[in-house]
Each structure stands twice: as structure tokens, then as C-alpha cells.
């Protein structure tokens, strides 16, 4: 049995941080309690949450990894650029919609929902004004959403979870994590917390790891933690020492409530999600969900996910394919589970990414640009023949080898969202003070 000697001298946020990695092999958090008294608008459950699901493609997600023209002219010309490698049988065809484009062949699963499935074309974040820069610092960006600097770190939704009292925020590793960052005095008593699934961790020094691998290493880790907790104080412990046990223990009834949540509010199609990382934290929001259905808890609520595999500088069908498919997989199960327990208009998944890529290959593949497009997809979400919106790339714009120049702004797809599906105010919530005010908000059409 461990000792609790090592925790000696360990800070109280050391500690803290350390602890949430234990509560993170659950790949999920307790609810807390929050009401509301809002309605959806056009239909909805009324005694659910309203919820948005940010889904952040790390990498770069190439643009003509999501949509490519397919008229003669353009597709020849995108062919001479890249390579019929950009090009086959396989692509989902829009024509039947009235779409002279395509999707990716991995997108094929989302065809059921294509009536409520929105690409927008030529989105941008505010700062980025070149295709110059670091994975790291265009993620930055893309988080902060033109409020404040790259040095403030005070993110989009961090903002909004300060500005409305009774909004949950749930992040999930590898988020971007000034998402998270707030502060407000909420924010001091209870964080938006981030987790993810792991099989290690540490403690002050003591290395814990699991042979066993989902939810038997979150048994593991829970075990551990209650052996420890439950270890008399040594001679002379400090009070920091003493208060470290304490939080220790009432770490216990909130991974109580999260196996409550997982364990007793499985949804119809809980047993149907891939066996993927991506889909099982889709699967454990989708429970989430239908519990504070059941609670009736209405207020708003927002999910942060990262996925990465998007770094892609060729080898657009395969290296496309093995980052595309698993959201398509588990967007398809989670969309029909929201269908079966009659949430599919409470809920809103978007994509971002912090960049597009370049249409030319240049020494090391398509490299960096601007412009990307962005998914969207939900029970009010207005698709069909309207699923592809904005102009597409031109035969002018793929001759000169450049990227895709930006056309709209980031800020006005998520102020769209937040207006009319989590009925906050963009301008007091997401992007207050004199830069959120500066940009010109366009309507997108995105709600039916």
C-alpha cells in the first residue's frame, strides 16, 4: 500500500491537476445542477438541455478533404494541381440535390442526415490574416475568436461560460485549452473540467498504470485512489496534507455520479457506437444528455472535442480517409441515438480547424492556408439542397495555385449558433468588447 509522504510540498493546483487525471480515466464528468426556463425554437424537447458540440479538427483540415467541385472544367483543372489522387468513383455525389459537388468517401455514412448536415465554404478565423504560422498559434487563435491578443488567454467559450450563470462547459483532451480558461468567480468555485481517457498517471512521483485497458483501468484507477484516500495520515501531518485527503474524498461521489450517469442513462443506441476513442466520448455525451432530459435541466450547454490526423500534406484519399472516418461513424450513431430519444433538435455539432491548406503542392505536400470549411449538423440545421453554402473555389482560383481565400467570418457561424440554438447573446457572451463588436455578422441561413 502507498503512502501519502510524497504529497508533502506538493501545491494545491499541482495536486488539483493531478487529481482530475485520475477522475479523467472516465472520460467524463458529473453534471451539475442548473435550470432554465427556455424553449426551443421550431420544435425540440422542451425539458432538455440545449446543447452545441464543438468538434476541433487539429491539423488543418484540407478544404477538398470535406467538398470538391465536380464540374468538368474545375475538376480537370484540380486534377493538373493535384493528381487524380483528389478524384475517384467513391466521392459522395451532391448532383441529385442539385449540388455540382462532392463529399469525401468517408462521409457517406452521414448521407441519412443529409437534409440537416450544412458545409460552409470559406470560413476564417479574425486573426488570420496570412498563411504563416504554427499549428500551436493558429490553435490559439481559432480558440480565442479574435477577442483580445495571442496573449490573452481567455478563450471563446471560457468567455461564455463567465458571461451565463447557468451554462455547462465539458472539454475533452486534445481540445484547445484556453477553450477552458475563465474567470469569474463561478469559474473559481467549479472550472470547466477537461478529461480524457488515460491509462497512466501520476501522483507526486508515485507512477500508477494499468495493464488493462477502458473501462477496467478506470476501475483500476478508482481503486487506487480509494486505497489511498482511505490511508490514515502520517504522524505530523500538515494541515495542507490534511485538506489534500479531505479533497480526496470528495472526489468519490463525483466519479459515483458519472458511473450513474454511464451505467443508468445508457441510450438506445448505446451499444452501437464504434469502438473508438471519438465515439465513446460521443456515446458518454449522448448519455449526459438524456439524463438532464430525464432531470428536466434546460439550461444551455457546450462540449469541446479535439481530433487530430489532419496535419495531411498528401495522400488526400487515404490520410483523409483514416482522420474523416471515425467522426462520420460516430456522427452517424450519435445522430440516430439523438433521433431515437427525441433530442435531435437539441443538439448542434460544428467543425473547426485553424487553417485550410493550399491548393498547390509545393516541397512537402499542400502546406498551410487560410480559408477552411466547416461541418454542421443537427435536427434544425437547414441542409438538403441547401447543404452546401457560399461560393465555391472558382477555375480562376484553383489557376493560381494559391489557398482559399477567407469569405466568412468564424465569428458569425458560432454567433448564429449561439443566438439561435443556445438562445445566448453573441455579442455580450462570446465575443464582448470592442474587437467581438468590430466584425460584420452575416446570416448563414444555418436553422430552418
Known amino acids: 500500500m502507498r503512502s501519502f509522504n510524497s504529497l508533502r510540498g506538493v501545491s494545491r493546483r499541482k495536486f488539483l491537476k493531478l487529481l482530475s487525471l485520475g477522475l479523467a480515466s472516465y472520460g467524463m464528468v458529473g453534471p451539475r445542477v442548473a435550470k432554465a426556463d427556455l ?11 440545449r446543447v452545441l458540440i464543438i468538434l476541433e479538427m487539429l491539423g488543418g483540415c484540407d478544404n477538398l478533404g470535406l467538398a470538391l467541385p465536380t464540374d468538368s472544367e474545375r475538376l480537370s483543372l484540380l486534377q493538373t494541381i493535384r493528381g487524380n489522387a483528389i478524384y475517384d468513383s467513391e466521392v459522395v455525389n451532391l448532383h441529385g440535390y442539385g449540388i455540382p459537388m462532392a463529399l469525401h468517401p468517408s462521409f457517406a455514412p452521414l448521407l441519412p442526415h443529409f437534409d440537416h448536415l450544412r458545409i ?81 498517471f501520476t501522483l507526486s ?26 490511508l490514515p495520515p502520517p504522524e505530523g501531518a500538515s494541515a495542507r496534507e490534511l485538506e489534500y485527503r479531505e479533497s480526496f474524498r470528495g472526489v468519490f461521489p463525483v466519479i459515483d455520479e458519472i458511473q450513474t450517469t454511464l451505467t443508468q442513462h445508457q441510450t438506445a443506441l448505446h451499444d452501437s457506437y464504434p469502438s473508438t476513442s471519438l465515439a465513446n466520448k460521443f456515446r458518454n455525451i449522448a448519455s449526459t444528455v438524456l439524463r438532464w432530459k430525464r432531470e428536466e435541466r434546460t439550461m444551455p450547454a457546450v462540449f469541446v472535442l479535439g481530433t487530430g490526423g489532419f496535419d495531411v500534406h498528401q495522400s488526400w484519399q487515404t490520410s483523409m480517409s483514416n482522420a474523416l472516418s471515425p467522426i462520420a461513424d460516430a456522427l452517424r450513431v450519435f445522430c440516430d441515438d439523438m433521433i431515437a430519444e427525441d433530442l435531435f433538435e437539441n443538439i448542434v455539432v460544428t467543425t473547426m480547424t485553424e ?94
Not at 144 to 151: A, C, E, I, P, Y
Not at 209 to 223: D, R
Open 39 to 49: 424553449s426551443i425554437p421550431g420544435g425540440g424537447e422542451t425539458n432538455a438541455p
Open 120 to 200: 460552409t465554404q470559406n470560413i476564417g478565423h479574425a486573426t488570420h490574416t496570412s498563411s504563416n504560422g504554427s499549428h500551436e498559434n493558429m490553435q490559439l487563435r481559432m480558440a480565442l475568436g479574435g477577442v483580445g491578443s495571442d496573449t490573452n488567454n481567455i478563450g471563446t467559450v471560457g468567455r461564455m461560460y463567465d458571461a451565463v450563470s447557468d451554462l455547462e462547459v465539458i472539454g475533452f483532451r486534445p481540445s484547445e485549452g484556453v477553450n477552458f480558461n475563465c474567470q469569474s468567480e463561478k469559474c473559481q468555485i467549479h472550472k470547466p473540467p477537461v478529461f480524457d481517457v488515460y491509462e497512466t
Open 355 to 448: 487553417f485550410g491548406r493550399q491548393l498547390a503542392w509545393n516541397g512537402y505536400g499542400t502546406d498551410h492556408g487560410r480559408a477552411f470549411h466547416a461541418l454542421t449538423i443537427g435536427g434544425r440545421i437547414n441542409g438538403g439542397t441547401n447543404a452546401v453554402f457560399g461560393n465555391t473555389i472558382s477555375a480562376a482560383d484553383i489557376s493560381s495555385n494559391v489557398f482559399w481565400e477567407i469569405e466568412r467570418d468564424s465569428r458569425s457561424l458560432l454567433s448564429e449558433i449561439v443566438e439561435n440554438h443556445l438562445l445566448l447573446d453573441p455579442l455580450t457572451t462570446a465575443y464582448p468588447g470592442v474587437l467581438g463588436t468590430q466584425f460584420t455578422r452575416e446570416s448563414y441561413g444555418l436553422f430552418i
Open 205 to 230: 512521483g508515485e507512477y500508477f498504470s494499468s495493464s488493462q485497458g477502458g473501462s477496467n483501468n478506470a476501475a483500476h484507477v478508482a481503486k487506487v485512489l480509494r486505497d489511498l484516500s482511505d
